[in-house]
């Protein structure tokens, strides 16, 4: 129906408003392509909310560069597995950890593996408290993990620290 057609069976297009809300706009009227870029702004996203559910692959040799993905692993007493499920395909390309909970002991080590196959060497954590240690090794066979498959922290000792796992996406 034309907007002459409303006017003259007397339906106001606004219904009275000076503004339209939600209920006056059909289901997917406004799409992305209808929205100036300079109306989104930095004030229009949520405090808090970006993530890597968005980042792009990074390809070999590309021009644009990549999102670096953080993962954080908190190791409590570890003694056993903690696996985090990969929701994209990842390269792991840096592991390192912060002792935390006072001075590590004898045989405390934190290893981080594609499912149950190792990424890294055994971290030793018999380090002072709030000490910085980084895996020595990442093997280049398993640093890639699929989506679907498993990011798996394994302490060995009762290992407290924290576990910080820097990853890209890729195809």
């Known amino acids: 129906m034309a907007i002459s057609d409303w006017w003259a069976r007397g339906i106001p297009l606004l219904k009275g408003k000076a503004e339209v809300d939600t209920d006056d706009i059909a289901d997917d009227a406004v799409t992305t392509a209808k ?8 004030a229009k996203v949520t405090p808090n909310s970006l993530d890597g559910t968005v980042a792009g692959s990074v390809a070999n040799v590309n021009v644009i560069g990549g999102s670096p993905l953080l993962f954080r692993i908190t190791a409590a007493g570890l003694t056993g597995d903690v696996d985090v499920l990969m929701t994209h395909k990842v390269r792991v390309l840096d592991v390192w950890c912060v002792q935390t909970g006072g001075a590590g002991g004898a045989g405390d080590t934190i290893t981080v593996k594609n499912g149950a196959t190792a990424i890294t060497d055994a971290i030793d954590m018999n380090i002072a408290d709030n000490t910085i240690v980084r895996a020595a090794t990442i093997d280049d066979g398993q640093h890639e993990i699929n989506a679907g498959a498993d ?6 000792s009762a290992v407290t620290c924290e576990v910080y796992v820097l990853a890209v996406r890729v195809a």
């Open 35 to 42: 929205i100036p870029d300079a109306n989104v702004t930095q």
């Open 151 to 156: 990011l798996t922290v394994t302490g060995a």
